[in-house]
C-alpha cells in the first residue's frame, strides 16, 4: 500500500458515462463494487479476467456486462473511456497503470492512489441529488464512515426537493427579465421550511408555503405534480 501523494489537487467532476466502454481488469470484490455503480450510470461494461465472482459471472449470463475470460493484454485498452485496475496482481497494475498513461486514458488503481487518474468517492444518491466524499485516497474507510453519517442526514426529501426546484427552475427560466429575480425566487423558496413537509409527504402543506412566494405567472401545482409521484427519489444507498 502507497501513502497518497499529499501535493495532488484532484479535481472533481460529474461524468457522463452512458453508453461508453468501462474496462475492469480483474474480477473480485474491489471489481465488483466499481462494476455495479458503473452499470447504475449505464456504462458499457467489459471485464478481463481468467476468474470472476459469482454476482459477475450472473451479470455475464445476462448479458449485462461482459466478461473476456482470460488475463489481461496490452490492447484491451482499446476503445477504453475509463479504466479500472482491480488485480491482485502488482505486476498487472504497473503494466495497466504504464499503458494507461502512455495512452492518456483515464485510470483508477485499486490498490495505488498515486497510479491513478481518477479516483472513485464514497456517494450518497437521492435522485439528482449527489454528495460525494473523498480524502484524496488517504483513507477510504473515512470516507466511506462519513458517508453513513451523511446517509441519516440527507433522506430521500433532498432527492424530491430537487424535483420541485428543478420544476420551478423550468418554469421560470426564460421568463423573468433578469436572472437575478429568479436567483431570489429560489432562494425564497428554499428559505421556506418545505423539506418538513416534503418528509412528511404533506403536498397540501408544501402547497400553502409555496403560495406565500410564488409569483401569478408560476403554476404551484405543477411543482407539486413534480413530487407527487409513486417513483421514489433515489433514496437508496448505491452499495
Ligand atoms: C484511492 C481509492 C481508489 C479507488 O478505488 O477509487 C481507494 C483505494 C484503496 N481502498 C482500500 C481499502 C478500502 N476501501 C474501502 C472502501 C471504498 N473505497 C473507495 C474508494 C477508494 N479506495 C479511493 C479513494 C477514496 C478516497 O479518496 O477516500 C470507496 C470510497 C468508493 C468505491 O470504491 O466505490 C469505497 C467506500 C464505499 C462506500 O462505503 O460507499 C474500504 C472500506 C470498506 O470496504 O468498507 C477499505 C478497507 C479499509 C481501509 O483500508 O481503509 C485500499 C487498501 C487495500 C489494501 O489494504 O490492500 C486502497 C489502496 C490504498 O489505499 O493504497
Ligand atoms: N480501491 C478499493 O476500494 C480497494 C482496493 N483494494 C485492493 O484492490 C485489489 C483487488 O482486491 P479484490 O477485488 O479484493 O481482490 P480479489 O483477489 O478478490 O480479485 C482479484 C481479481 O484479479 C483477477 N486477476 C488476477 N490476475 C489477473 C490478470 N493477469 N488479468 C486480469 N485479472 C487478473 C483475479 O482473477 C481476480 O478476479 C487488491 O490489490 C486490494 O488490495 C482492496 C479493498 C478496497
Not at 481488469?25 to 471489481?31: D, E, F, K, L, R
Not at 490498490?111 to 488517504?138: H, Q
Request: overall charge neutral; glycine content about 6%.
Amino acid at each position: 500500500m502507497q501513502v497518497a501523494a499529499d501535493t495532488k489537487v484532484w479535481y472533481p467532476v460529474n461524468l457522463d458515462i452512458s453508453g461508453r466502454l468501462c474496462l475492469v481488469v480483474g474480477g473480485g470484490a474491489v471489481a465488483t463494487r466499481k462494476i455495479t455503480s458503473l452499470l447504475l450510470s449505464e456504462a458499457m461494461v467489459r471485464v478481463v479476467s481468467p476468474e470472476v465472482c459469482p454476482k459477475l459471472r450472473r451479470l455475464a449470463d445476462e448479458d449485462r456486462i461482459e466478461w473476456v475470460r482470460r488475463a489481461f493484454r496490452d490492447d484491451d485498452l482499446d476503445g477504453a473511456f475509463l479504466v479500472f485496475a482491480a488485480t491482485n496482481a502488482p505486476h498487472v497494475q504497473r503494466r495497466v497503470a504504464e499503458l494507461a498513461r502512455e495512452r492518456k486514458v483515464l485510470l483508477n488503481s485499486a490498490e495505488s492512489p498515486s497510479l491513478s487518474t481518477f479516483l472513485v468517492p464514497a456517494r450518497i444518491r437521492r435522485g439528482d441529488f449527489l454528495l460525494a466524499v473523498s480524502t484524496g485516497g488517504a483513507s477510504p474507510a473515512l470516507s466511506a464512515l462519513i458517508k453513513r453519517r451523511l446517509a441519516l442526514q440527507f433522506g430521500p426529501e433532498y432527492g424530491l426537493l430537487v424535483r420541485l426546484m428543478a420544476a420551478l427552475r423550468h418554469q421560470v427560466v426564460g421568463c423573468a427579465e433578469q436572472s437575478a429575480d429568479n436567483r431570489e425566487l429560489f432562494h425564497e423558496v428554499l428559505a421556506l421550511p418545505i423539506l418538513e413537509r416534503i418528509r412528511e409527504r404533506d403536498w397540501e402543506g408544501v402547497r400553502q408555503l409555496l403560495h406565500q412566494v410564488l409569483p401569478g405567472h408560476v403554476d404551484g401545482n405543477l411543482l407539486i405534480e413534480a413530487l407527487d409521484t409513486q417513483e421514489t427519489a433515489g433514496s437508496g444507498e448505491e452499495r
